[in-house]
């Protein structure tokens, strides 16, 4: 399974940090997805990254303002998000994927919501 | 970067009723396509993938076909927990990119 730590709320500018902890399974076999759902919106992919290795690749609309980094000792990945603005409110998934380049997700978070209010 | 678009966004159907979403891609991606569903408040679950593989423990009810740009997921007979957003992605490339989403209700 994948956790998540809790619920956050952030100023416009700042910077947020979520963690991913997987457990159950081969956690450098795997690659971690974040994705990200606005209210009542849909789902917006930002980012891949190799636990194993700490390679990265970002959407596009993403890049500059995400930084992922993990931690190999307790199997845990971490999102930062930062220049945090009002439309970044949302909730963040992270979720399994089996290849680099291509794949579907068969594990996800259980989700972390961000807030970004002054 | 491939845009995905489902149809409809939303439909209302009796128990029991064979439901059938589009999803249509901008150019070929294969059979890179899989489909999750939402339920409301609840984490994405992944239902079919490679375009009509069915993702173990989903009800036999669920099916996927199609390849290229066009693809559907049908439910055979609609059940109240299938009440739910369905969305489609598209894994091809290094981007992952997902339809809007079509929200199913019962009549």
């Known amino acids: 399974q994948l956790v998540q730590s809790g619920a956050e709320v952030s100023e416009p500018g700042a910077s947020v940090r979520i963690s991913c902890k997987g457990s159950g399974y081969s956690f450098n076999r795997y690659f971690v997805h974040w994705v990200r759902q606005a209210p009542g919106r849909g789902l917006e992919w930002m980012a891949i990254t190799n636990p194993s290795g700490g390679s990265t690749n970002y959407a596009q609309k993403f890049q500059g303002r995400v930084t992922m980094t993990r931690d190999m000792s307790t199997n845990t990945v971490y999102m930062q998000l930062g220049s945090l603005r009002s439309d970044d409110t949302a909730v963040y998934y992270c979720?399994?994927?089996?290849?680099?380049?291509?794949?579907?997700?068969?594990?996800w978070g259980q989700g972390t919501l961000v807030t970004v209010s002054s | 970067d491939i845009q995905m678009t489902q149809s409809p966004s939303s439909l209302s159907a009796s128990v029991g009723d064979r439901v059938t979403i589009t999803c249509r891609a901008r150019q070929g991606i294969g059979n890179y396509l899989a489909w999750y569903q939402q339920k409301p408040g609840k984490v994405p679950e992944l239902l079919i993938y490679s375009a009509s593989t069915l993702q173990s423990g989903v009800p036999s009810r669920f099916s996927g076909s199609g390849s290229g740009t066009e693809f559907t997921l049908t439910i055979s007979s609609l059940q109240p927990e299938d009440v739910a957003t369905y969305y489609c992605?598209?894994?091809?490339?290094?981007?992952?990119?997902f339809g809007q989403g079509t929200k199913v209700e019962i009549k």
């Open positions: 979720a399994r994927g089996a290849t680099w380049t291509s794949g579907w997700w068969d594990y």
């Open positions: 992605q598209k894994y091809s490339s290094a981007q992952w990119t």
